[in-house]
Nanobody, 123 residues
Framework: QVRLMESGGGFVQAGASLRLSCSAS????????MGWFRQAPGKEREFVGA???????SGTDDVKRRFVISRNYNDNSVHVFLSTLRPDDTAVYYC?????????????????WGQGTQVTVSS
């Protein structure tokens, strides 16, 4: 059983930065995909980015410009640095992991999900 635990969310003002972290337990995900999604109120879940050894993938160009995904393969964790935050970045940010054969595809559907961490950006 893989468990994902997010941390680092909070309430910030527009223009601020935040670093979200996710720690996995239950299985070594060293050769598997880990990444992030987000879901804003009233909207569908949106892909933020993901990494596996040798490949990374990001969401929209706007997200790619401001959010940076990183992984520490030694401690089963993934992080995302959110910069220049705007009120429309307000969402629950979910850590996600796992893919068949550890392949990061363009339409990656994670096998495991965290509970999510709230990020609220005020204007």
């Amino acid at each position: 059983q893989v468990r994902l635990m997010e941390s680092g969310g909070g309430f910030v003002q527009a223009g601020a930065s935040l670093r979200l972290s996710c720690s996995a337990s239950g299985r070594n995900l060293d050769n598997d995909v880990m990444g992030w999604f987000r879901q804003a109120p009233g909207k569908e879940r949106e892909f933020v980015g993901a990494m596996v050894k040798g490949r990374s993938s990001s969401g929209t160009d706007d997200v790619k410009r401001r959010f940076v995904i990183s992984r520490n393969y030694n401690d089963n964790s993934v992080h995302v640095f959110l910069s220049t935050l705007r009120p429309d970045d307000t969402a629950v940010y979910y850590c996600a992991a796992g893919a068949p054969r550890g392949v990061l595809s363009d339409n990656w559907k994670p096998l495991y999900w965290g509970q999510g961490t709230q990020v609220t950006v005020s204007s």
